[in-house]
Each structure stands twice: as structure tokens, then as C-alpha cells.
């Protein structure tokens, strides 16, 4: 689940730590002790512990720093959820969203009123926006569940002449 929050940059860096660390250990496995029976030896021990926990540090600190850089993304992306915003523009008699589907939870819609006569947003069983004028803008916001929602302009008449829509929330 981490490498899915990680930008490609970070993907290519944590990568190639890996790899080096990866190389190192199998390098120091499998071709030294071919090439040299005693490796690393009385007098290359202290260099090859040296270098085995610089690679380890190495390892853990780039996880450490992109793990973190992460989180935050991740905390942005859920901060963002909690905020969805959907365009919608109103004419007579038509209601159009950016957005068919949107996920559970407080949506705030961002009504444009792109026709000639007044309009609001309702939702079915719900709150409803204030009348908004033509060429202005207004918002309505709600929290909503799971299943299908009806949007439609409560001013008398318009519902009936189409100006209704349906919204998945997932």
C-alpha cells in the first residue's frame, strides 16, 4: 500500500537503495567468498560490518523519508475527501453534473445557473439550496450516503420539465 502513495521519483530512488543494498548482499553471499575462501578476513571484518550497516542505515532512512513524505500525501488525499466538491450548472431545463458518481460522505455542489430564470438545487428528502439568479453561482452542501440521490431545481414547475438528475454515491 506504501509504494501506491509514492510519486514515481520516490519509487526510482527507493529503488535504487534497494538495489545497492540488494547487490551488496549478494555480492558479499556468493562471489566474494568464490574469490577469497576466508572473506571478509581478519583485516576486512571491521570494513564489511562498516559498510553493512551504512547500507542498512541507508535503507531505513530512505524509507523513513519517503514512508513519511507519504503519509502526508495521504493525509492531504483524505483531507480532499472529506471536502468533495461537484460542478454543477443549471439552464432551463436541463441539470448537469461534473460527476455522476462521488463517494459517501459531505459533498459540497458547486451550482452554476447558466440559464435565464432563477434556479436552486434540491436534494430528494434533503436540504436545498437558495434561489440562485441568472449567470450567479451558489453552493449546497450535504452529507450523503450510500446508494442513488435525486438532484432536482424545487422552484414549481421546473422538475416536471426536466430539470432533474440522479447521483450514485458510492
Known amino acids: 500500500m506504501l509504494l501506491a502513495g509514492l510519486s514515481t521519483s520516490h519509487?526510482?530512488?527507493?529503488?535504487?537503495?534497494?538495489?545497492v543494498f540488494i547487490a551488496f548482499a549478494l555480492?558479499?553471499?556468493?562471489l566474494a567468498p568464490r574469490r577469497r575462501a576466508d572473506f571478509p578476513g581478519?583485516?576486512?571484518?571491521?570494513?564489511?560490518?562498516i559498510a553493512c550497516v551504512a547500507l542498512f542505515a541507508?535503507?531505513?532512512?530512505?524509507?523513513?523519508?519517503?514512508?513519511?513524505?507519504?503519509?502526508?500525501?495521504?493525509?492531504?488525499?483524505?483531507a480532499a475527501?472529506?471536502?468533495?466538491?461537484?460542478q454543477v450548472q443549471e439552464k432551463e431545463f436541463k441539470?448537469?453534473?461534473?460527476?455522476?458518481?462521488?463517494?459517501?460522505?459531505t459533498v459540497t455542489f458547486a451550482v452554476t445557473n447558466v440559464g435565464k430564470i432563477?434556479?436552486?438545487?434540491?436534494?430528494?428528502?434533503?436540504?436545498?439550496?437558495?434561489?440562485i439568479a441568472a449567470g450567479k453561482t451558489g453552493k449546497l452542501t450535504a452529507t450523503l450516503k450510500k446508494g442513488t440521490v435525486t438532484l432536482y431545481c424545487s422552484v414549481p414547475g421546473h422538475r416536471q420539465l426536466?430539470?432533474?438528475?440522479?447521483?450514485?454515491?458510492t
Open 11 to 19: 519509487k526510482i530512488g527507493l529503488g535504487i537503495v534497494a538495489i
Open 27 to 30: 555480492t558479499s553471499s556468493f
Open 42 to 49: 581478519k583485516n576486512g571484518l571491521s570494513v564489511f560490518i
Open 58 to 78: 541507508a535503507m531505513i532512512a530512505a524509507v523513513e523519508l519517503f514512508g513519511a513524505e507519504s503519509e502526508a500525501k495521504g493525509a492531504e488525499h483524505k
Open 81 to 86: 475527501a472529506a471536502g468533495k466538491t461537484i
Open 95 to 105: 441539470i448537469t453534473l461534473a460527476s455522476s458518481t462521488v463517494a459517501a460522505g
Open 118 to 131: 432563477p434556479h436552486d438545487l434540491a436534494i430528494q428528502g434533503g436540504t436545498k439550496s437558495s434561489l
Open 162 to 169: 426536466g430539470m432533474v438528475t440522479k447521483l450514485t454515491v
